[in-house]
């Protein structure tokens, strides 16, 4: 019973051979120029800056709206965005703006004192025709401190605080703050989120669900135009594809590159980029049972776990060696401490100290999470540090949402420590929300290990309604001492953003912000 | 025959109103609530509670079930919160990329492992046999996403042959030819166990059928052999196949999940592993109870053919 090749055999399979070789034979075209493709971790939620909460989104976000204000490039401070100047009264509760003359949304609104007020009522007024049809708007608290808006004259606009609030206007550069168009708001309702209109370089264009948003060069920008005609935002959610699109020429920018797939960017044609940012990774403890109630234990975990093998082995030099509750990258605020040293001996020793040998701890690992970095290796060779020293530690691992549902209402009764990280805008909202005594998790804060220290609460206190910078400066640096003495956490890691370009991209750098700004970004 | 796909229909309403109430619970069971996912870091007990009431989940559980198989009935599946859109318009975007990706697998799984069922059947023990059954253990045994992966590692990072990932061109294409470079490669890794599923099944069928009285009778009557293997044979072998195809679609169907990961096809896999890591429960309700629906469809019709080769069935 044969199957001999009979001819037709043969002509189907030239056929189809002819037909995949037809297929495959165009070489795949490079991304045209003037055209910069950005590899993203994940689809946008919505385009609406008042109502997201991701830093991916925001890097869409960023180049599509202005706020009043921004920050100066490279740097944490705020420098005049839709607003040319401000005045603050002297008791730091009245701020004034002034806008820029002449700027007009996407849509052709006029950006005036109304259109400012409208966008602080949609987001904070409940009965505003708007906040219940587009919102809800999960940040709205970074303004929980305004107690009215009001345009005095078209271009005049008066914010005024119940209370003294020094992060005021480093948060009205963040995405919270940047401005829509009234206009385009009300046109489209609940989908303004993918028919967004602000004021930005760049103009929305298209947005094809997980497969691009399309935005095209703004050519009224008030700023000058951008250097590239269109930004085109891939949603690659694999980083193993995202490496392999990156390589293969699909994108022009990765974000967010894995450490492990950092070396295969290291020859030519590439170009990695990186910046520390204000980020914090540390170990929660459980102050108030358990051996951590004990500070001499709580130092002990901070000398036993080796943070430079961490940072350098298994984040592959992302990250450097935090000391503190405050990142660096606010080199203002920040006290430049030296962090505890990896001194198994000396742990040991406060251990023995303590009568806290052998002792057992339940520690909560996170699969994944923003800004987690890599929590599981980095859990596990945590656990090992600590089991040299005599700790015997039993992880419990949790996909993050889970996590989140049991690290925020606090550890007690659950755990010993848990691993956490932050990124903030400002050096305050950090400390503010997670170490004060009245940030306990029952009293709504993420004070989840239960710290109290009265001196630590009052200079936090104080740092935040202080209007002078370099008296804020001289509070914080003052609780980073004494945190890192009662060590409430373990400090692990800042973690150090990076990017990767190809050798046609031009003019590209990452912000202290972690925002992805790509006005002045060219492709040839 | 109308009697009988009215009784299948009529069968399917209790699995479909079941699966209702299982995803429904599944999702209210799970830890992690919208409120969290969506507020991240910034989850305080008074930015959640007042979160959920603006999303109507502060209601008790069996309102909150009502009220969504209420509007489901009427074909409304909702909004999802962390999309922005209607539920239906996501779900039938995405449901028509996963069709094109997983329809293709089918019937490349269909023809190839039918085809090499027969040809193993029809020669036992010969060259073209072992040739076969070798390349179908390596086919069953290798994990799809990690073929996926080396797929592209080899014929997109260093031949460049065909696009990484994605379902249409950035720039230009658009159009058939551009789908297909970019289809090669997930159909491929999605239907290679299935493949070698249906190509053992068919194998041994084929043998079973082949050893039978009416195939004697018929080459005896001098029946071309052609005719005897490819028309007497495994038509009655089919019988025994059919049902092996509908759980092959199945199959199909749920490992589409992580070829839509490795090759960023937009299909409603992926859509919904995104949707339970955001836990945006209607997205993950609505698309659960369509693609379940699908499903139960499929296997109707898998019945009412099996049904129409082999009529003692029907009872």
Same mark, same amino acid.
Do not use: C
């Given at each position: 019973m044969p199957f001999p090749l009979t001819r037709r055999h043969a002509g189907l399979l030239t056929a189809a051979f002819l037909a995949t070789s037809a297929l495959t034979a165009p070489a795949l075209a490079q991304t045209p120029p003037g055209v910069l493709v950005v590899g993203q971790i994940a689809e946008p939620q919505a385009l609406d800056p008042h109502a997201v909460t991701a830093v991916n989104d925001f890097r869409i976000l960023m180049n599509l709206y202005d706020g009043l204000v921004r920050y100066a490039p490279g740097t944490l401070e705020v420098e005049p965005a839709l607003a040319e100047d401000w005045e603050i009264d002297e008791d730091g509760t009245v701020y004034t703006f002034t806008l820029r003359e002449g700027v007009t949304f996407h849509d052709g609104s006029a950006l005036d004192a109304e259109a400012?007020?409208?966008?602080?009522?949609? +987001?904070?007024?409940?009965?505003?025709? +708007?906040?219940?049809?587009?919102?809800?708007?999960?940040?709205?608290?970074?303004?929980?401190a305004i107690e009215e808006v009001e345009a005095v004259d078209d271009r005049t606009v008066r914010f005024t605080l119940n209370e003294p609030y020094a992060p005021f206007l480093s948060n009205l550069a963040y995405p919270t703050g940047l401005i829509v168009s009234p206009a385009a708001v009300e046109e489209h309702g609940e989908d303004f989120g993918r028919n967004p209109s602000g004021t930005g370089p760049f103009v929305f264009e298209e947005w094809r669900s997980n497969e691009r948003v399309t935005l095209l060069r703004n050519p009224d920008y008030w700023d000058g135009e951008a250097?590239?005609?269109?930004?085109?935002?891939?949603?690659?959610? *694999?980083?193993?594809?995202?490496?392999?699109?990156?390589l293969a020429g699909g994108i022009d920018i990765m974000v967010e590159v894995p450490p492990v797939a950092l070396s295969q960017f290291e020859g030519a044609g590439f170009e990695i980029v990186e910046q520390a940012g204000p980020h914090v990774w540390f170990l929660i403890l459980n102050t108030k049972e358990g051996p951590f109630a004990d500070v001499r234990v709580r130092q002990a975990a901070n000398y036993a776990i080796n943070k430079e093998a !961490?940072?350098? *082995?298994?984040?592959?030099?992302?990250?450097?060696?935090?000391s503190g509750p405050v990142a660096p990258a606010f080199s203002w605020a920040y006290a430049g401490l *030296?962090? /505890?040293?990896?001194?198994?001996?000396?742990?040991?020793?406060?251990?023995?100290?303590?009568?806290?040998?052998?002792?057992?701890?339940?520690? /909560?690992?996170?699969?994944?999470?923003?800004? +987690?970095?890599?929590?599981?290796?980095?859990?596990?060779?945590? $656990? @090992?540090?600590? @089991?040299?020293?005599? !700790?015997?530690?039993?992880?419990?691992?949790?996909?993050w949402n889970t996590f989140l549902g049991r690290v925020n209402p606090g550890l007690e009764g659950q755990a010993d420590m848990a691993q956490m990280a932050w990124m903030t805008n400002d050096p305050d909202t950090l400390p503010f929300l997670t170490l004060r005594t009245e940030a306990w998790p029952d009293e709504g804060g993420f004070n989840s290990g239960y710290y109290s220290n009265p001196e630590v609460d009052q200079?936090?206190? $104080?740092?935040?309604?202080?209007? *002078? $910078?370099?008296?804020?400066?001289?509070?914080?640096?003052? +609780?980073?001492?004494?945190v890192q003495e009662d060590a409430p956490w373990v400090f692990v890691a800042n973690w150090v953003q990076n990017a990767v370009t190809n050798d046609r991209v031009e003019n590209f750098s990452l912000e202290p912000s972690f925002f992805l700004l790509l006005k002045d970004v060219a492709k040839n | 025959m109308g009697a009988?796909?009215?009784?299948?229909?009529?069968?399917?309403?209790?699995?479909?109103?079941?699966?209702?109430?299982? &995803?429904?619970?599944?999702?209210?069971?799970?830890?992690?609530?919208?409120?969290?996912?969506?507020?991240?870091?910034?989850?305080?007990? #008074?930015?959640? #509670?007042?979160?959920?009431?603006?999303?109507?989940?502060?209601?008790?559980?069996?309102?909150?079930y009502f009220v969504w198989v209420g509007n489901l009935v009427q074909g409304d599946f909702g909004r999802s919160f962390a999309l922005n859109r209607p539920v239906l318009d996501e779900i039938l975007d995405r449901f028509?990329?996963?069709?094109?990706?997983?329809?293709?697998?089918?019937?490349?799984c269909a023809l190839l492992g039918i085809v090499a069922g027969v040809v193993s059947a029809a020669r036992q023990y010969g060259l073209a046999d072992k040739a076969i059954t070798a390349a179908v253990i390596l086919g069953i045994s290798v994990p799809s996403f990690f073929l996926g992966m080396m797929m592209i590692l080899l014929f997109a990072v260093h031949l460049r042959w065909?696009? &990484?990932?994605? =379902?249409?061109?950035?720039?230009?294409?658009?159009?058939?030819?551009?789908?297909?470079?970019?289809?090669?490669?997930?159909?491929?890794?999605?239907?290679?166990?299935?493949?070698?599923?249906?190509?053992?099944?068919?194998?041994?069928? =084929?043998? #079973?059928?082949? %050893?039978?009285?009416?195939?004697?009778?018929?080459?005896?009557?001098?029946?071309? #052999?052609? %005719?005897?293997?490819?028309?007497?044979?495994?038509?009655?072998?089919?019988?025994?196949?059919?049902?092996?195809?509908g759980l092959q679609a199945g199959f199909v169907l749920s490992g589409a999940v992580y070829i839509e990961i490795v090759f960023q096809w937009p299909g409603i896999g992926r859509m919904l592993v995104d949707a339970i890591l955001k836990r945006d429960i209607l997205l993950v309700q609505g698309g659960v109870v369509f693609v379940a629906a699908c499903y139960v469809g499929f296997n109707i019709l898998v019945d009412v053919a099996q049904a129409w080769l082999d009529p003692r069935i029907k009872t």
């Open positions: 400012v007020v409208w966008n602080f009522e949609r +987001m904070l007024d409940e009965d505003h025709p +708007m906040h219940e049809a587009t919102g809800p708007f999960p940040l709205s608290f970074f303004f929980s250097a590239a005609e269109a930004v085109i935002f891939r949603p690659i959610t *694999d980083a193993n594809t995202r490496t392999a699109e990156m !961490l940072v350098n *082995d298994v984040l592959e030099g992302t990250a450097t060696v935090a *030296d962090p /505890y040293p990896h001194d198994p001996d000396r742990a040991r020793e406060l251990l023995a100290e303590a009568g806290a040998e052998g002792a057992e701890l339940t520690f /909560y690992v996170t699969e994944g999470g923003s800004g +987690m970095l890599d929590p599981v290796p980095m859990g596990t060779a945590i $656990q @090992a540090d600590l @089991a040299a020293v005599g !700790l015997d530690v039993r992880i419990e691992t949790y996909e200079l936090l206190e $104080q740092a935040r309604v202080e209007t *002078d $910078q370099d008296e804020r400066a001289r509070l914080y640096k003052e +609780m980073q001492e004494i | 009988y796909i009215l009784k299948r229909l009529v069968s399917a309403i209790p699995v479909l109103f079941g699966i209702t109430v299982i &995803v429904f619970l599944i999702m209210a069971l799970i830890p992690g609530d919208p409120a969290t996912a969506i507020l991240g870091a910034y989850a305080t007990p #008074e930015n959640v #509670e007042r979160l959920n009431r603006h999303l109507g989940l502060d209601r008790p559980l069996w309102q909150q028509s990329a996963t069709l094109v990706l997983a329809g293709t697998a089918f019937v490349l065909l696009p &990484v990932s994605g =379902m249409y061109s950035m720039f230009g294409g658009g159009d058939l030819p551009d789908l297909i470079r970019h289809l090669a490669m997930p159909a491929i890794a999605l239907s290679l166990v299935a493949t070698g599923v249906v190509a053992r099944l068919t194998r041994a069928n =084929m043998l #079973e059928v082949l %050893r039978q009285d009416f195939i004697r009778t018929a080459r005896a009557k001098g029946v071309h #052999e052609r %005719r005897v293997i490819w028309g007497h044979a495994l038509r009655a072998a089919m019988v025994s196949v059919i049902p092996i195809l």
